[in-house]
Structures are given as structure tokens and as C-alpha cells.
């Protein structure tokens, strides 16, 4: 006897950064985030779950090598999974399954901890095939966000708010879709990846450090990331490309100036990084007769050099000949792979 199940999941890229936590047990962050979720077919997590009676022990399997299942925020996402699926045992029939083993075999198809949100992708991924195997329904972003804070926002497609939330249980910091995939058309994510080793400052270590000592997050956190995330709400509603890319570039700007102003600094981004930034402004930087830039693409950067494109497909071609040009790959490179346009929308 035994019950499985294999789900996907697809990373998100914040477009208003989550940075700094108010409870790191129950990860509730100090501000509001909104991000695009990729679409399914590209960049994903794809976790397989078995539970059985003839299991002797739990085990866990992360890009084909073994890893202790004693992770605290695993722990705590099968707790609370465990605990609604114990609330509805009688209906379900699933009383007799909580006691079984579990194997969990979880595999990303790009470089974890690069500061490409692999752990976003990760931990929904995780809880929602959690849910299904235990037969769970209603909203499961805020035990994926015990996982990982950034994966609640995985669990929702297109483009997705987290609510900080002002509950101290962490009841009402959820996260929820604020526009289809299809919001902005034929858009797509361009990553130039600058280095696929590990992160050196884990997005943990660096929050709770940049909370502790910046006092420019003390600005972000009680003015400028409420009022941009209100814009950005607004230039969404309102499908305002070019004011997307200004607040997206800006937001990512003073999430690694708050980095920056970390004591010790936490220092993400590379030389690559910065000439890719300065590249795409030099790409917008065409004037409107009002004298305002019409911004044409934009870019973020995560806890990590990597920068993410966002860029409407229309200009997908003559940017990526761009930075064919800045960036031209070694002889022995694969071109076919070096370089590609992500498609947001799903592509079946
Ligand atoms: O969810 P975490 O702990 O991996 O933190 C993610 C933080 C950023 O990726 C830098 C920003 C974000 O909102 O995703």
C-alpha cells in the first residue's frame, strides 16, 4: 500500500523585494512583496512525495543526493500540513496515513542557492504536494511561507502580492494573485546568470543582520517600500509597462542599498551585475518628447549577482543581441542554451 504524488512548481521573481522579517520562527516579513510567477514549464522544483505503511523511516532526496529530513523548516511545513490534515481525519479517511513514513524526492531543474529563488520553487512545491497527499484544500501560501517566506508567493500564478499581514500568528500574511499570467502579454524573463555557486550571505543570515544594523531599512520599512508598492499596484492595474520597469529597477536598487548598508555589508551583486544594469538603462534611455524615459525592459537582482530581464517580446531579440555583444560567450559555449527568453505566459 502506498500513496504518491509529483507536483511542479515554478519560481517567482519579486518585483517589490521581501527583505527583513518581523518573526523569523513564523517568517512574517516587515513589508508587503509583489512578484511574477514563472510559468510552469521553465524554472522549476519538481517534488515527489510517497507515504506508505511499509516505510521504516522518513527520507529526503534534494537534486539526487541525501539530506536530513531534521530541517526545522521542513519540520514545520509537514507539522502544519499534519495538523489541518488531522482536523479533517474523519471526513477524509486520512487518519491512518498520518502515522505512515514519508519519502520526499525533490529535484530543481536550475542552480540552487544562487539567489534564484530555488527555495521559493522548493518549499511550494513541497507543500503543495504535501496537501495533495494528505488531502488538504484551501490556501496553503502561508504553511509553504514557513517553508521558505518567498514561496507562498509560488503557490499563486502571475503576478502575486504577499500581504505582511498584521496578525502576530502569522494568520493573515498570505499571499494572492493580483493579475493573470497574461497581465502584461507576450512578456518574458531573460536570466543572465553571473555566477551559479552558492550565495555567500544566505537571505536569513542577511535580513536579520540588515535589520539589526541599516538605518536606511528603517526608511524603506516606514516610507518608500509602502508608497512604491502602492504605485506598483497602480501602474499594474492601470498596465503601465514603463512605470513597472521603473519601480521594479528602483525597488531592487534600495533592496541592495539597504545590503549595502549592512554592517557588515552584505554584498550580492558583481562587476557582471553592474554592467548588465548599467547596460539596460543605456538600452531605455531613449526620451519621450515629455522628456521622461520610456522605459522598454527592466531588470531585479535577488540575493545573488544574477540579474532577471523582464522583457516584452517584441525587444526580446534585439536585447539578447545586445548582450550577445557585451556578454559573447566562450568558444566552447553552447549558444543554444547560453542565452534564452523565458516566456511568463504558460507555452503549451
Ligand atoms: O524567501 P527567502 O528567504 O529566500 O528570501 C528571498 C528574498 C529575496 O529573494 C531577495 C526577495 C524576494 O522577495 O524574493
Redesign the pocket.
Known amino acids: 500500500m502506498m500513496k504518491t504524488v509529483t507536483c511542479t512548481a515554478p519560481v517567482?521573481?519579486?518585483v517589490?523585494?521581501?527583505?527583513g522579517k518581523r518573526d523569523e520562527t513564523l517568517?512574517l516579513p516587515l513589508n508587503d512583496?509583489i512578484?511574477f510567477t514563472l510559468s510552469q514549464d521553465e524554472m522549476c522544483a519538481k517534488t515527489t512525495i510517497s507515504i506508505s505503511p511499509t516505510f521504516k523511516e522518513d527520507k529526503f532526496w534534494l537534486n539526487g543526493k541525501e539530506e536530513s529530513l531534521e530541517n526545522p523548516r521542513i519540520q514545520n511545513c509537514l507539522k502544519e500540513v499534519r495538523r489541518r490534515a488531522s482536523k479533517r481525519k474523519h471526513e477524509s479517511g486520512v487518519e491512518g496515513t498520518l502515522n505512515w513514513h514519508i519519502h520526499i524526492c525533490s529535484k530543481n531543474n536550475f542552480p540552487t542557492a544562487a539567489?534564484l529563488?530555488s527555495?521559493?520553487a522548493g518549499y511550494a512545491c513541497l507543500v503543495y504536494a504535501l496537501g495533495q497527499v494528505y488531502g488538504i484544500e484551501g490556501d496553503l501560501s502561508s504553511v509553504a511561507r514557513q517553508g521558505?517566506?518567498?514561496?507562498c508567493?509560488s503557490i499563486y500564478g502571475g503576478l502575486v502580492q504577499?500581504y505582511k499581514g498584521e496578525e502576530d500568528d502569522g494568520t493573515d500574511s498570505v499571499a494572492q494573485s493580483i493579475a493573470p499570467p497574461e497581465h502584461f502579454p507576450d512578456l518574458r524573463v531573460v536570466i543572465c546568470v553571473a555566477n551559479d555557486g552558492r550565495k555567500k550571505t544566505?537571505?536569513?543570515i542577511g535580513?536579520r543582520r540588515t535589520v539589526l544594523t541599516s538605518r536606511l531599512m528603517q526608511y524603506r520599512i516606514q516610507e518608500s517600500v509602502i508608497s512604491r508598492t502602492a504605485a506598483m499596484k497602480k501602474a499594474i492595474k492601470e498596465k503601465d509597462w514603463s512605470k513597472f520597469c521603473d519601480l521594479t529597477m528602483a525597488d531592487s536598487n534600495e533592496?541592495h542599498a539597504v545590503c549595502q548598508d549592512t554592517s557588515p555589508p552584505c554584498v550580492y551583486m558583481n562587476d557582471t551585475s553592474h554592467t548588465v544594469a548599467a547596460l539596460i538603462h543605456q538600452y531605455n534611455d531613449v526620451k519621450t518628447t515629455s522628456g521622461n524615459v520610456n522605459h522598454k525592459v527592466c531588470y531585479t537582482f535577488?540575493?545573488g549577482p544574477n540579474a532577471c530581464l523582464f522583457v516584452p517580446g517584441a525587444v526580446v531579440g534585439e536585447l539578447l543581441g545586445l548582450l550577445m555583444r557585451a556578454f559573447p560567450p566562450s568558444p566552447t559555449q553552447n549558444t543554444d542554451t547560453y542565452i534564452t527568453g523565458i516566456p511568463i505566459q504558460p507555452t503549451d
Open positions: 517567482n521573481i519579486a517589490i523585494k521581501y527583505w517568517i512583496s512578484s539567489g529563488a527555495s521559493a521558505s517566506g518567498s514561496a508567493r504577499w544566505g537571505s536569513t535580513m533592496m535577488d540575493a
